[in-house]
């Protein structure tokens, strides 16, 4: 199943999660004492960012470190760009029905 | 044009919720004309190069919109908005779903709430967009940003035409 990568910031403890490791790579264990859900919940949530590609997952020795994939998140904000300028471009198109109506009104 | 309308436009993703704000020089009732009458909507709805048409609209609670998107090279995107509220010159709500060319919607849709206000002659318009899947605005997105290639592409063979004689 493809992650929808919007659904996988949806969740407030995913967030949580993104902003933990945008500072430094963490460990499950580590991540997980933040949060008073169990270490369980915390992996349900890291695998969903892992198969959306927002965090990425790196071996050190025994441990396994996760970070943040800033490039994916980059994504979204460019997307929410485009979709912000295709709404620009539809009011610049109705200043100009406006304005015909309001020539045609006189 | 007057650059001092405000212009916000914020999504809140927890919520699946966009946001739009947007301020017009003109009266409130020229606005919600713009707003709900087809064959003024079909003129700026669809963001160029995209054309929009309406093939009919029944403007009242329960009452429906059915109209395609067009890009450059003809492709029709059919979508269907039924209206589930209306507040004359005020409010009103509708339902918006893709559908085929025979009005077979396709679910989920997007909730949409227009709120009309005026004060010394300029409009301010609010509109909430909720989506109960974010990926079907990266569909809309995806119909739109194909179509500004494709003008883009037929201006440069335009100019590469041009340049030939």
């Known amino acids: 199943m493809r992650r929808d990568i919007f659904q996988a910031i949806a969740d407030p403890t995913r967030r949580a999660i993104i902003a933990l490791i945008a500072i430094q790579a963490m460990t499950p264990n580590a991540i997980a004492d933040n949060f008073h859900s169990t270490r369980q919940s915390v992996s349900k949530h890291l695998r969903i960012l892992t198969e959306c590609e927002l965090v990425k997952q790196e071996q050190q020795g025994r441990e396994i470190y996760y970070s943040l994939e800033i490039k994916k998140l980059k994504e979204v904000d460019k997307w929410l760009d485009q979709f912000r300028k295709l709404w620009e471009t539809r009011f610049n198109q109705l200043d100009k029905v406006l304005s015909t109506m309001k020539k045609q009104k006189k | ?165």
């Open chain 2, 1 to 165: 044009m007057n650059n001092d309308l405000l212009f916000d436009f914020t999504v809140d993703k927890s919520k699946k919720t966009v946001y739009i704000t947007r301020e017009f020089d003109a009266e409130l009732s020229l606005v919600w004309d713009a707003f709900t009458k087809a064959e003024l909507i079909d003129q700026w709805i669809a963001p160029a190069p995209m054309t929009a048409k309406t093939k009919y609209q029944d403007f009242k609670v329960g009452g429906k919109r059915f109209y395609a998107m067009i890009s450059p090279d003809g492709k029709e995107s059919w979508a269907i908005q039924e209206y589930t509220s209306i507040t004359p010159k005020t409010n009103f709500k509708m339902y918006n779903a893709f559908a085929d060319e025979n009005e077979n919607a396709q679910l989920p849709g997007s909730e949409w709430d227009h709120t009309f206000s005026e004060e010394n002659g300029t409009t301010k318009v609010f509109i909430t967009i909720y989506n109960e899947s974010l990926e079907r605005m990266e569909r809309i997105l995806d119909g739109f940003t194909i179509g500004m290639r494709m003008s883009l592409e037929n201006l440069e063979n335009l100019l590469t035409t041009l340049s030939k004689k």
